[in-house]
C-alpha cells in the first residue's frame, strides 16, 4: 500500500495540500501517511478501529482527528462540519462510493484532489472499478490519474474544478 499511496501523496505535495478527509479508517494507515505527507486528517469510519496509539508511535497522533460515523448519514456530515480539504480519499464501503463521492466531494475546495482507492478490486463487494469508469466517461473535462503496481488494488485521482 505504501509504495502504490506515494503517487497520490506527491500529487497531494504538487497542490501544498495540508488537510485532508478520508472515508474509511479501519486501524488508520492511511491516515498516518496522509498526516506523515504534511497533512491534518479528518478520518471517518463505522467502527471504532483507529489505533491511536501507533498514530502518536509514528508522531503523528495530534495531525488526526477519527470520527466515528457512518459517511453516508447526514448525523456525520454535521458531525464532521463545514470545512474545505485540500484531498478527499474515499476507501469506505466499496459498494457506495459513489454515495460518498456524492456527498463529500463538495467539502473539497477548487483545485484540490478527489481520490478513490481500490479502483482496479473487481470482486462481488466492490463496485469501485465500474464507478472508477463511470467518472471517466461522464467527466470528459477533468485530468484523471491513477498508480497501479502489482499486487495493488490502484489508486485513482482527479483534479476538482
Ligand atoms: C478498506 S478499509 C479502510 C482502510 C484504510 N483506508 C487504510 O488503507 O488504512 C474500509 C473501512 O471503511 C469502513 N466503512 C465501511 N462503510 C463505511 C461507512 N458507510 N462509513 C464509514 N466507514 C465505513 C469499514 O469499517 C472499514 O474500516
Known sequence: MGVEFDGLMRAAAGIGARSALEIGTRAGGTAILMALSDMDVTTIDLVSG???????????????????????????????????????????????????????????????IVALHDIHYNAPDSAVPAFWRHLQQRRPDVEFHEEHIEGGYGIGWFIKR
Not at 470520527?67 to 485540500?86: M, N, W
Request: proline residues 2%; hydrophobic residues 40%.
Open 50 to 112: 483507529y489505533r491511536d496509539e501507533l498514530a502518536c508511535q509514528w508522531g503523528v497522533g495530534d495531525r488526526i482527528r477519527f470520527v466515528q460515523g457512518d459517511s453516508l448519514s447526514a448525523a456525520t456530515i454535521k458531525q464532521v462540519g463545514q470545512a474545505s480539504y485540500d484531498l478527499l480519499f474515499i476507501d469506505g464501503n466499496h459498494l457506495a462510493a459513489d454515495r460518498d463521492m456524492d456527498l463529500w466531494e463538495h467539502a473539497v475546495r477548487p483545485g484540490g
